[in-house]
């Protein structure tokens, strides 16, 4: 099978929640097909990066991004039709090059990751072009705009979830099928491609490499009370998260135990998070780290206080195969087949969830029992691997209905 991978980015290095799940779906298709990825190339050092790609037996092309003219001018934000963070992927360069590539190579089919690459898919003739919503984008954004209290902020996010659930829309009903990474995000796309489209929708959720996220292959385990949350710090759910703990939960938090500190992990922290860290020696912002396994085993328990955001996320997977115990949000744990108490623990005010953290600080049995059952959730349902077969079946299926 020959299949074209058309990516927004060079997913090198896998440093992001996006770039994880776009390295190991490729990882896995290699197994059942001939990978062309095609995508644009925003940083200087992505020849580079694509060289590792190229390791795995991927054929890359890269395509240089066409910086002055992708991103919209703040004036024109409110009148263009098309989403701020959709036009920033739209490149004349990328139509040419796709267009020459189709017909050059016999694709079978084309995998369009990410909604922000879904304007392209007109450049493939009748090829089947198959969607993967690492997020359903609309829904993010209006959870921006409902948390945001600024009125021109709120105003402005509102606007782009109408423009971006239009566009949603439109790609939805244009794509061969779509995948989601939840049971929740495909009953909000099948919502999308209506009557005439519902049923050409899959899940394929968010995975983890459960022989690299394990307890043993930590470097050590430490002993201070210590919680910890990773991810790209770039992310504006990411960002809201650690400022609404530090600002709301750990208070309460410190006034139960003032020994506890809190590791901030991901690339790319913003001006308020480094404050918040300088303000309090207790907050530690680390930046980007070689290895977030470090962190996670470090800690005593992973909290994920995200209140906007879509898709699934990816560190409580990396943690719960590390066997810790996870404090988070309901929104936080949306679309992870996780059960409340026995392989996590939830709280959605600050008061409900300083207090899931303090009973669990104090309690090593429950903090093992939890990581035990989280563990064993990840190894049924979260391995790459049974992941890779779901999606190579659902592929089979495309290209044998195409040649009958």
Known sequence: MRLLFL???????ADTGGKIRTVNILKQMTKFAQIHLACLSFEKNDPEYAKELKKL????TLIPAEEPGMIPKAAGIMLNPIPCSIAKYYSKSMERVLKSLQQTYPFDAVHV??????????????RPCILDEHNVEYKILERC?????????????????????????????????YLAVSD????????LAGTQRKGRGHVIPNGVDVDFFQSSNAPFTGSEDALAFTGSMDWIPNDDAVVFFCREVLPLIWEQNPNVKFYIVGKNPSATVKELAQKDPRIVVTGRVDDVRTYIQLAKIFVVPIRIGGGTRLKILEAMSMRKAVVSTTVGAEGI???????????????AFAQQVIVLLKDQRKREALGTAARKLVLEKYDWRIIGKKLDQIYEDITNARQQ
């Open 145 to 177: 705009a409902k948390a945001e209290k600024t009125l021109l902020k709120k105003i402005i996010y509102a606007a782009q979830a109408n423009k971006m659930k239009n566009f949603e829309t439109r790609q939805i009903r244009l794509c061969s099928r």
């Open 113 to 126: 990751d990410h909604v922000h690459m879904a304007h392209y898919s007109h450049c493939f003739n009748n």
């Open 337 to 351: 087949a996780c059960t409340k108490d026995v392989d996590i623990v939830l709280g959605d005010t600050p008061q």
């Open 184 to 191: 929740d995000d495909l009953r909000l796309l099948d919502e």
């Open 57 to 60: 037996g991927i054929a890359v």
């Open 7 to 13: 990516a927004p980015r060079v997913p090198w290095p």
